[in-house]
């Protein structure tokens, strides 16, 4: 069945880049998203990409995607403490019933 | 919008007890999940309806837990006995099933069973 991959844990200092990274089995996905979960909260799209596209960028976010190999990263400039959150890849079901593929999450701590 | 609401914000029960957690989805929006999340098993589907039907509940750990959405607007998770490995964080989600597909999250229901 389909499944999400996801490294557990990063850290960066402040006004580093982040790079999580995640591979997904599913080739049929049409999108590809990122969400994030601050503590405390629920989980809350990032950002997402298309399937047709290799990259797209949105302020300090950039997300890759390579389909050949089935990874999708996301990439944060300029980190700051405030990105202190998990992050979660997911794709969409092949299903199409609505239902999302999550990884496990990438805990992301910013150290100052 | 209030976006999706969850009650209880935490509970705290005794095991053997009967856990009811709720849910109101964003109106207009025609599928709803059930997740759970712990630190050692993660983020875990319990169980999605589309209009209020259920499509998959092959997550649901074992017949203690039910769930129902008797209309588009409300839906309940039921853990009936509870057990203090049932603690979790349970999220309720929803969404309108377009091609973007974005589920938008509750608060969550911080459930401990002592």
């Known amino acids: 069945g389909e499944d999400v991959e996801q490294s557990l844990f990063l850290s960066v200092r402040e006004g580093d880049s982040s790079v999580i990274n995640c591979t997904y089995t599913?080739?049929?996905?049409?999108?590809l998203y990122w969400y994030k979960q601050e503590p405390g909260a629920g989980l809350q799209l990032l950002t997402y990409?298309?399937?047709?596209?290799d990259m797209k960028q949105d302020q300090r976010l950039t997300v890759l995607l390579n389909k050949k190999d089935k990874h999708l990263s996301l990439r944060i400039a300029d980190t700051q403490t405030g990105d202190s959150a998990i992050y979660f890849c997911a794709e969409k079901d092949s299903s199409n019933t609505g239902k999302l593929i999550f990884g496990q999450g990438t805990t992301l701590q910013v150290k100052p | 919008d209030a976006g999706v609401i969850q009650s209880p914000r935490h509970e705290v029960t005794e095991m053997g007890q009967e856990v009811t957690l709720r849910c109101k989805p964003i109106s207009g929006h025609n599928s709803l999940f059930w997740y759970r999340q712990t630190m050692m098993r993660g983020l875990e589907l319990l169980i999605y309806?589309?209009?209020?039907?259920?499509?998959?509940d092959s997550g649901m750990p074992e017949d203690r837990f039910s769930a129902k959405m008797p209309n588009a607007s409300f839906s309940t998770l039921k853990i009936q006995p509870s057990e203090p490995r049932d603690s979790a964080v349970y999220f309720c989600?929803?969404?309108?099933?377009?091609?973007?597909?974005?589920?938008?999250f509750g608060p969550g229901t911080r459930l401990t069973v002592l």
């Open positions: 309806f589309n209009n209020n039907v259920p499509i998959d």
């Open positions: 599913d080739s049929s996905s049409t999108y």
């Open positions: 989600a929803s969404s309108l099933r377009d091609s973007l597909n974005e589920q938008f």
């Open positions: 990409i298309f399937s047709n596209m």
